[in-house]
């Protein structure tokens, strides 16, 4: 059957079963001959709908291009035979009914936007990349079916560009094997900028895997945005329903090939440096692009520095050869401004990056190169290069004037127009150059920071925090396991004081005494504590020397505040040791710093009060010592003691025998006088640095601490029953000269007048007569008394007497008498034993005659004349003095020859009733057992019996009007006076 005699109807069905075969050439031969039925857009939606989508486009887009033109001018097509067979039964009733249940798709995609050209095949083609990219998946024959058209209009080429290209490249070129990236076409048109950029920029931002490394995921950063993002920004103005200017391009195109050459020769575009204001922003899909960038900065700098260095800005794409050269896609005045927000997304890349790396510092570096090739800035010297080689940035550029909040480092803040810190000038550059110098400086003293925490230190921080980082910044260097020399710290310090100042000299009207730089909110003066603190903990001796002390007109810092830093350094090592050997631990570090610089101060009173405190706990060390809980001594104990020589009085109770190292207690009690401590217990500032005493006040406190060392070691010997000891050491030690004592008896005062001239005195002889009083009540348990210890114990208390205020005589007499009792009761034991041994051999044994010559007896018994004679010799010279007074004896008489009496026995040194010899021997028996350093010569020893006699004279009237007073007698001249 002839095709010309189809119904129309059947003409269609025909057509359609000619789809569905992918038989091209049939229907190149039969619908140019029907085309009374078969209009071109019917063939276009049977091919549409038909059409095998895996079919491939080169086999038809020469068909569809004749039908939609209606022209079949193809000279190179070959007629075949249609078979009509399929239709030629089937009645034109049923052929319609057949039509009718088609379903043909519109030529127009939904997707389609309603500004586009009126033209049958571009409707076609795009709805034909659609279907073949849903139904098969195979966006690679859209290619194919596109090309060949791509220069039919401008829809058709944008289009193409943006939508395919890239999700073309993505999926099939790029990743093939990543089914992650894949999408519909439809769907990747529908998005908007910011889903776009995450879409096409999603593996380039992937941290590495097994299967590919992240540097080579940092290689494709360029790549993927020139080629990904870039086609798709070609579509921003169709998207934005602008056409792009034919007429306009055309006569442009000409006058900008000289420029695009003179660019491609230069290799990059250069940016044209007029900031970035509020007219800048255009709203174009690239401000997607640059947050992408500044918002990825934060995590992953390496990737964002390689963009930059890749990638040129937004005139470099990669359009694949589709665009038509000579024309831009962007107008210029866009360009320059986009152009410029590239070049603000750079430097807001640098700030964002919160790593705090070298690396990240080697990357800003790298953008900072970039800037200046693109903003034609004189380009950056090397990071290595010594900082006073480094550039030096405009004073006003160091301030951030118009920020308050650390929320303009905020990464979409940073993109903010005018910002201060982004916005491209050159101040802006000027201070990111140093911003990147001081990241690398703090770096290389070992505290890396970021960009992002260097300007945040800079700027919003205080001065107190720039004070903490400067702090451990040194406190890194002074322990970094090498011991630097000086001419390391001399250039760590360069490097710091750069960070200061940035290397600007203060103006001569600023008297802020702070300086420009990243830690310049530290005054100068702190700057330099902080430096000399370092140097004393490093022993970098000579470099002090050589800064702080030698010149002192061009001196850093005033030689008090030298001194005192010095003197703190070694009071701090000196409380964080645990020993007190100067030979190990803290004091021998202390000791080193108060060595070296002491010459260096040679009239400093702190100097020495310190070398005396070392010396002090040197001496300490060699005793145990244990503190309260089982807290073992410290010499920071000494420090904080509000009575460091009570130290020595555990020392005592704490090491047997120690008492008898009383030269080196004392030594040590001097020491802890001479270091400056304080000895008041309600002295709240123990420890050292108060204003020096005068000497005459130091000289009394050295000998008080003396006294009261003696002391301790008097308990200390009574303690451990060594009562020779304790005896030589009060009268050797603290017995005061005889000019000093002020016996009762010479004070004829009211009482009341007394009381108040000893509670004067009583300060001076506090420790003196409680030594004496304490030694003189003591009697040990285990061992009788001999008769040389009781008049021992009798001396003291007679010197406890004497020195002793009014409140303390009664019972001090108490004592005194109770050892009275027992010096009579032993004597008389004594003469007891000395007349029975005398009387043993005179007495008659038996009743027989005497065996003795002279042995006179009457009836074995002695005569009662030898056994009666003292009691009648007692009698003879009772009545003799009888005699030679009438008057009876009055009770304040008997009171006073009790009292001379007990003189007699408690004072056996008065008078000269004793010889010399027996003064001597007693002499030695008292000072000679425990070399004692008193001396013996026979001016000492009659003043030793003159101080005795003043003793017993003293006691004597006491106890006489004492003991008459209680006994109610009036003494004899009264009486007489009052019978006158």
């Not at 934005?240 to 420029?259: A, M, Q, V, Y």
């Not at 002391?711 to 010997?717: E, T, Y």
């Not at 009772?878 to 009790?898: C, I, K, Q, V």
Request: glycine share 6%; charged share 25%.
């Amino acid at each position: 059957m002839d095709p010309k005699d189809l119904t129309p109807a059947q003409c269609v069905l025909l057509t359609v079963h000619l789809a569905l075969e992918s038989n091209i050439k049939a229907l190149h031969t039969f619908t140019p001959s029907r085309l009374d039925a078969l209009d071109p857009e019917l063939v276009l939606r049977i091919l549409l709908t038909y059409l095998p989508e895996a079919l491939d486009p080169r086999e038809y887009t020469n068909y569809v291009e004749e039908v939609a033109s209606r022209l079949y001018v193809n000279i190179d097509r070959e007629d075949v035979e249609v078979n009509t067979s399929p239709v030629k039964d089937i009645s034109d009733a049923q052929a319609q009914k057949r039509v009718k249940k088609l379903h043909l798709l519109e030529i127009l995609s939904p997707s389609f936007p309603p500004h586009a050209p009126k033209d049958l095949l571009t409707w076609f083609l795009c709805h034909r990349a659609y279907r073949i990219d849903a139904e098969t998946g195979l966006l690679n024959l859209v290619p194919a079916l596109i090309e060949p058209f791509i220069n039919r209009n401008d829809f058709i080429r944008t289009w193409y560009i943006s939508v395919v290209l890239p999700l073309l490249r993505l999926e099939v070129e790029y990743y093939p094997e990543d089914e992650a990236v894949s999408m519909p076409l439809s769907d990747f048109e529908k998005l908007s900028g910011r889903g776009v950029v995450d879409v096409l920029m999603k593996k380039a931002s992937e941290p590495g895997d097994r299967t590919a490394s992240e540097s080579a995921k940092t290689d494709n950063i360029g790549r993927d945005i020139k080629s990904l993002v870039g086609p798709w920004m070609y579509g921003h103005t169709e998207r934005k329903r602008r056409r792009l200017d034919h007429d306009h391009e055309e006569k442009s195109s000409s006058g900008n090939d000289n420029e695009s050459v003179e660019n491609v020769a230069l290799g990059v575009r250069k940016i044209a440096l007029e900031g970035v204001s509020a007219d800048d922003k255009t709203g174009h899909d690239w401000e997607y692009m640059y947050r992408w960038l500044v918002h990825h900065a934060v995590d992953n700098f390496e990737l964002v520095s390689r963009a930059v260095e890749e990638w040129e800005g937004p005139g470099d794409v990669d359009l694949g050869g589709h665009d038509r050269g000579g024309v831009h896609y962007l107008d210029e005045e866009e360009q320059r401004k986009l152009e410029l927000q590239y070049a603000q997304a750079a430097f807001a890349s640098c700030y964002a990056a919160q790593a705090n790396s070298p690396e990240t510092v080697r990357k800003a570096h790298d953008i900072l190169a970039r800037l200046a090739e693109l903003l034609e800035f004189i380009p950056p010297p090397d990071l290595a290069t010594s900082v006073d080689s480094l550039p030096r940035i405009e004073r006003h550029a160091t301030k951030l004037d118009e920020s308050q909040t650390v929320a303009d480092l905020l990464p979409d803040a940073l993109l903010r127009p005018e910002h201060p810190l982004t916005t491209p000038r050159l101040e802006a550059y000027m201070l990111l150059q140093t911003m990147v110098y001081s990241a690398y400086q703090f770096s290389g003293l070992g505290y890396p920071l970021s960009l992002l925490n260097v300007a945040k230190l800079h700027f919003y921080a205080d001065s107190q925090e720039q004070l903490d980082v400067l702090r451990r910044i040194l406190r890194h260097l002074s322990k970094n396991g090498a011991r630097k020399d000086d001419t390391q710290w001399t250039a760590d310090r360069a490097k710091l004081l750069w960070l200061w100042n940035w290397g600007i000299e203060p103006d001569d009207n600023d008297q802020s005494n702070e300086g420009c730089g990243v830690l310049g909110k530290i005054p100068k003066e702190a700057f330099e504590e902080e430096m000399l603190k370092t140097f004393v903990d490093t022993s970098c001796f000579e470099l002090i020397g050589s800064l702080y002390i030698s010149d002192p007109s061009h001196a850093l810092l005033s030689p008090s505040r030298v001194e005192q830093i010095i003197l703190d350094k070694a009071m701090e090592a000196y409380d964080s040791a645990s020993n007190g050997n100067r030979t190990r631990g803290g004091v021998k570090r202390a000791n080193e710093i108060i060595t070296a610089f002491r010459p260096r101060f040679p009239s400093s009173t702190k100097f020495e009060e310190a070398a005396a405190l070392i010396s002090a706990t040197h001496a300490l060390s060699f005793y145990s010592l244990t503190l309260q809980h089982g807290v073992p001594f410290q010499p920071v104990s000494i420090r904080v003691s509000h009575d460091p020589i009570s130290l020595i009085s555990k020392v005592l109770e704490q090491n047997p025998r120690s008492y008898t190292q009383l030269d080196d207690l004392i030594e040590i009690a001097r020491n802890l006088v001479s270091a400056g401590l304080h000895f008041d217990e309600d002295d709240e500032h123990a420890l050292n640095g108060s204003e020096p005493a005068d000497p005459d006040s130091v000289a009394k406190r050295r000998k008080d601490a003396e006294r009261r060392v003696t002391f301790m070691a008097i308990q200390a010997a009574l303690q451990e029953h060594d009562f020779e000891t304790a005896y030589s050491y009060i009268v050797s030690r603290l017995t005061p000269s005889g000019a000093d004592i002020n016996g009762p008896n010479n004070d004829r005062r009211p009482k009341h007048q007394k009381s108040s001239s000893r509670s004067k005195n009583e300060p001076d002889d506090d420790i003196s007569w409680r030594a004496a009083f304490l030694a003189g009540r003591y009697r040990p348990q285990e061992s009788s008394p001999t008769l040389r210890r009781l008049e021992q114990r009798t001396e003291l208390l007679s010197l406890a007497l004497l020195l002793a205020p009014g409140s303390a005589l009664t019972e001090i007499l108490a004592a005194w008498r109770r050892c009275e009792e027992e010096m009579t009761s032993l004597q008389l034991a004594q003469q007891e034993a000395e007349d029975e041994f005398d009387d043993r051999a005179d007495k008659r044994m038996s009743s027989g005659p005497s065996a003795l010559p002279g042995n006179f007896t009457v009836g074995g018994e002695q005569p009662q004349l030898i056994l009666n004679q003292k009691r009648r010799e007692m009698g003879r010279i009772g009545a003799a003095n009888r005699g030679n007074d009438e008057t009876p004896l009055s009770m304040f008489d008997l009171t006073r020859n009790a009292a001379r009496a007990f003189s007699k026995n408690a004072f056996p040194l008065q008078g000269a009733a004793r010889s010399s010899g027996e003064q001597e021997r007693s002499m030695e028996a008292s000072t000679g057992s425990l070399g004692s350093d008193r001396p013996t010569s026979p001016t000492d020893a009659q003043q030793r019996v003159r101080k005795r006699d003043m003793v017993a004279n003293a006691a004597s009237g006491a106890l006489a009007s004492g003991l008459g007073w209680v006994l109610g007698a009036t003494p004899n001249q009264q009486q007489q006076q009052q019978q006158h």
